[in-house]
């Protein structure tokens, strides 16, 4: 938006009906190569060919008489990198050029064709009794997947591919939202994207190094691992970021077993991510280990006390880290990492402080949260959401509103840490106080909602997910798709509904269904294995597709399989969960079963 001349040319070529133009963006340095060739027959046909530092040009002329007809086929390739030489480029675009010409028209759709049928037959989520959600789903995986399946070293952007909105950049979205989705659909783009975040290193090390820390901090926002947040207050303290990243790695390690990612790029951001929890946090005189002057996820708090979803995702961090090094020692002197530098991450994750409200029964979502002033959701009018655009942020970092899951986010993705009943208490809790400012949010309530029980409510905020860019909710989907949110599609249903979680005990389930899904099926990777999963109201299917052997737990019961076997096991959900409410306005649109999912016109 703010440049005028982006890219500068570097050099230009043409022969017969060939042209190549390579340039390179003027600030970041990367190169870009673009090459068209041309197959034309008929009658007395002419060709020329020019180029110029901006432009390439063929010219065809030929006089046909009635009848006759000249027939031109198009070829063009593109290329880019921020380490290759010109001739490099130019031979890699030449070369697509060959091969294209070669495969023809059908060859390139049948190899498209070819590699979309092995995505969905691994990535397809099947919903019956509910149409929308459907075509949402898959929509959802298509778009994640043209975002992601050729990044080639690159971040995955949080419009992927769809718009302009936020210049292109990679938030903890991409890590915490998208990954997870991608690890059981596409695994081979998850190792890509958190190699991304591995060539990312020196820059996160050199970050964390500036704030006066050990490790790696990594950015908030970014496009090649520098820091570009400049506008959002407090930004800087947004550590969770390398709480996702880790997550994401060990999720990833958890699907695909121990082989090479894990003792290499999933070692080194471990330990680098639990180097930043050990020095950013310390011992109080109780010796409880502490993190303060942190912003959680919920940007309607800012520098805050032992951020609950922060100290426990970095108290998982730091015993993922003890795991993996103990598990490869001898890479401990190429990364400096010593027993006493182990035993102190071992140390800080045993005594890591979980804050806890006694008199009100529930989890703060930080130190003192909970004795702040309630917002005056009743007295906000309609049209001041969202709140960040209409009061100071002075205003809401002090009183109790959360403008996106927080706590419930903590209990979704650490859910062992809480008893069912802690759950139940602070989902009605948080849901009273959560405005939903963010697109983030409501995958997220929508599985914490399934697994306390309140399926009605779950499925109204899947609804809200699904239909976000569809329906152009937020009416900014012209800026792109809201990629996170995408992915929150999949999550609702997949670990919302079919209750699945990576623990560090394996894959579990807690099938259920709402009123208005009357059968759900997804695929979903563990241990190196591939399993698909169908739920209908009364039994749950489990079918071991590729894999010698794999053991999942089902409502806490063991099951396992055998290459190509099935088990059917009784679907019993939980049981009914508490009666919760929205702030004033901001309850989610009700999904009527039997309606394909529409909301009613009284809605």
Same mark, same amino acid.
Request: with cysteine.
């Given at each position: 938006?703010?440049?005028?001349?982006?890219?500068?040319?570097?050099?230009?070529?043409?022969?017969?009906?060939?042209?190549?133009?390579?340039?390179?963006?003027?600030?970041?340095?990367?190169?870009?190569?673009?090459?068209?060739?041309?197959?034309?027959?008929?009658?007395?046909?002419?060709?020329?060919?020019?180029?110029?530092? +901006?432009?390439?040009?063929?010219?065809?002329?030929?006089?046909?008489? @009635?009848?006759?007809?000249?027939?031109?086929?198009?070829?063009?390739?593109?290329?880019?990198?921020?380490?290759?030489?010109?001739?490099?480029?130019?031979?890699?675009?030449?070369?697509?050029?060959?091969?294209?010409?070669?495969?023809?028209?059908?060859?390139?759709?049948?190899?498209?064709?070819?590699?979309?049928?092995?995505f969905w037959a691994h990535a397809d989520?099947?919903?019956?009794? &509910?149409?929308?959600?459907?075509?949402?789903?898959?929509?959802?995986?298509?778009?994640?997947?043209?975002?992601?399946?050729?990044?080639?070293?690159?971040?995955?952007?949080?419009?992927?591919?769809?718009?302009?909105?936020?210049?292109?950049?990679?938030?903890?979205?991409?890590?915490?939202?998208?990954?997870?989705?991608?690890?059981?659909?596409?695994?081979?783009?998850?190792?890509?994207?958190?190699?991304?975040?591995?060539?990312?290193?020196?820059? %996160?090390?050199?970050?964390?190094?500036?704030?006066?820390?050990?490790?790696?901090?990594?950015?908030?926002?970014?496009?090649?691992?520098?820091?570009?947040?400049?506008?959002?207050?407090?930004?800087?303290?947004?550590?969770?970021?390398?709480? %996702?990243?880790?997550?994401?790695?060990?999720?990833?390690? !958890?699907?695909?077993?121990?082989?090479?990612?894990?003792?290499?790029?999933?070692?080194?951001?471990?330990?680098?991510?639990?180097?930043?929890?050990?020095?950013?946090?310390?011992? +109080?005189?109780?010796?409880?280990?502490?993190?303060?002057?942190?912003?959680?996820?919920?940007?309607?708090?800012?520098?805050? @006390?032992?951020?609950?979803?922060?100290?426990?995702?970095?108290?998982?961090?730091? +015993?993922?880290?003890?795991?993996?090094?103990? !598990?490869?020692?001898?890479?401990?002197?190429?990364?400096?990492?010593?027993?006493?530098?182990?035993?102190?991450?071992?140390?800080?994750?045993?005594?890591?402080?979980?804050?806890?409200?006694?008199? @009100?029964?529930?989890?703060?979502?930080?130190?003192?949260?909970?004795?702040?002033?309630?917002?005056?959701?009743?007295?906000?009018?309609?049209?001041?959401?969202?709140?960040?655009?209409?009061?100071?942020?002075?205003?809401?970092?002090?009183?109790?509103?959360?403008?996106?899951? +927080?706590?419930?986010?903590?209990?979704?993705?650490?859910?062992?840490?809480?008893?069912?009943?802690?759950?139940?208490?602070?989902?009605?809790?948080?849901?009273?106080?959560?405005? !939903?400012?963010?697109?983030?949010?409501?995958?997220?309530?929508?599985?914490? %909602?399934?697994?306390?029980?309140?399926?009605?409510?779950?499925?109204?905020?899947?609804?809200?997910?699904?239909?976000?860019?569809?329906?152009?909710?937020?009416?900014?989907?012209?800026?792109?798709?809201?990629?996170?949110?995408?992915a929150g599609i999949w999550i609702a249903?997949?670990?919302?509904?079919?209750?699945?979680?990576?623990?560090?005990?394996?894959?579990?389930?807690?099938?259920?269904?709402?009123?208005?899904?009357?059968?759900?099926?997804?695929?979903?990777?563990?241990?190196?294995?591939?399993?698909?999963?169908?739920?209908?109201?009364?039994?749950?299917?489990?079918?071991?597709?590729?894999? &010698?052997?794999?053991?999942?737990?089902? &409502?806490?019961?063991?099951?396992?399989?055998?290459?190509?076997?099935?088990?059917?096991?009784?679907?019993?959900?939980?049981?009914?969960?508490?009666?919760?409410?929205?702030?004033?306005?901001?309850?989610?649109?009700?999904?009527?079963?039997?309606?394909?999912?529409?909301?009613?016109?009284?809605?």
């Amino acid at each position: 938006a703010v440049l005028a001349e982006p890219l500068v040319a570097e050099e230009h070529f043409d022969h017969e009906a060939l042209v190549q133009l390579t340039h390179t963006t003027a600030e970041s340095g990367l190169r870009i190569a673009v090459a068209m060739d041309h197959e034309v027959t008929g009658p007395g046909v002419h060709v020329e060919v020019e180029s110029y530092p +901006d432009q390439g040009r063929v010219t065809i002329t030929s006089e046909l008489a @009635r009848g006759e007809r000249v027939r031109m086929v198009k070829f063009v390739s593109h290329a880019w990198s921020a380490r290759r030489t010109p001739p490099a480029m130019r031979d890699q675009v030449a070369g697509e050029l060959t091969l294209a010409r070669e495969s023809g028209w059908d060859g390139l759709v049948s190899e498209q064709r070819a590699y979309l049928d092995r995505f969905w037959a691994h990535a397809d989520v099947t919903v019956d009794g &509910d149409p929308e959600v459907q075509q949402a789903v898959r929509f959802a995986l298509f778009h994640i997947l043209q975002a992601s399946a050729r990044a080639e070293g690159t971040a995955i952007a949080s419009k992927g591919l769809t718009g302009r909105g936020y210049d292109g950049h990679a938030f903890w979205d991409t890590e915490m939202f998208v990954l997870p989705v991608l690890t059981s659909v596409l695994p081979q783009a998850v190792a890509d994207a958190l190699g991304w975040r591995h060539s990312t290193l020196p820059r %996160a090390r050199e970050r964390a190094r500036q704030l006066g820390f050990a490790g790696a901090a990594f950015p908030w926002r970014t496009i090649t691992g520098k820091e570009c947040s400049g506008y959002w207050p407090a930004g800087a303290a947004a550590f969770h970021v390398n709480a %996702a990243i880790a997550r994401a790695a060990i999720g990833y390690i !958890r699907a695909n077993g121990n082989g090479e990612f894990e003792r290499t790029v999933g070692l080194d951001l471990l330990v680098e991510t639990a180097r930043l929890w050990r020095s950013l946090g310390y011992f +109080d005189e109780r010796g409880t280990f502490r993190i303060d002057g942190v912003t959680g996820p919920d940007e309607y708090s800012a520098l805050v @006390r032992n951020d609950l979803y922060t100290n426990l995702m970095a108290r998982e961090n730091l +015993d993922a880290a003890v795991a993996v090094v103990e !598990r490869h020692r001898y890479r401990m002197p190429d990364l400096g990492v010593t027993d006493e530098e182990v035993g102190g991450w071992r140390t800080a994750a045993a005594r890591m402080y979980v804050p806890y409200d006694e008199r @009100r029964g529930v989890h703060p979502q930080s130190s003192g949260f909970t004795d702040r002033q309630v917002w005056d959701f009743v007295g906000t009018p309609p049209e001041h959401y969202p709140l960040l655009l209409h009061y100071p942020y002075f205003d809401l970092y002090r009183k109790q509103v959360v403008k996106q899951a +927080d706590v419930v986010l903590a209990m979704q993705w650490v859910p062992d840490e809480f008893t069912e009943e802690q759950r139940a208490r602070n989902f009605a809790y948080y849901e009273r106080l959560t405005v !939903r400012d963010s697109s983030l949010s409501a995958c997220s309530q929508a599985v914490v %909602a399934a697994d306390v029980g309140a399926l009605d409510l779950a499925y109204d905020y899947l609804g809200e997910t699904a239909l976000i860019d569809l329906y152009d909710l937020e009416h900014n989907t012209s800026d792109g798709l809201h990629l996170a949110s995408l992915a929150g599609i999949w999550i609702a249903l997949v670990q919302g509904f079919g209750g699945a979680r990576r623990r560090r005990t394996g894959l579990t389930f807690r099938p259920t269904l709402p009123r208005g899904i009357e059968r759900l099926a997804f695929g979903v990777a563990a241990a190196g294995c591939r399993l698909r999963v169908q739920i209908e109201p009364t039994e749950t299917r489990y079918h071991l597709v590729v894999g &010698d052997e794999l053991t999942v737990h089902h &409502d806490g019961e063991p099951v396992t399989l055998h290459g190509n076997e099935v088990r059917v096991m009784p679907t019993v959900g939980p049981p009914a969960g508490p009666v919760v409410t929205q702030p004033a306005g901001r309850a989610p649109v009700r999904r009527r079963p039997g309606t394909g999912g529409r909301p009613s016109p009284a809605d």
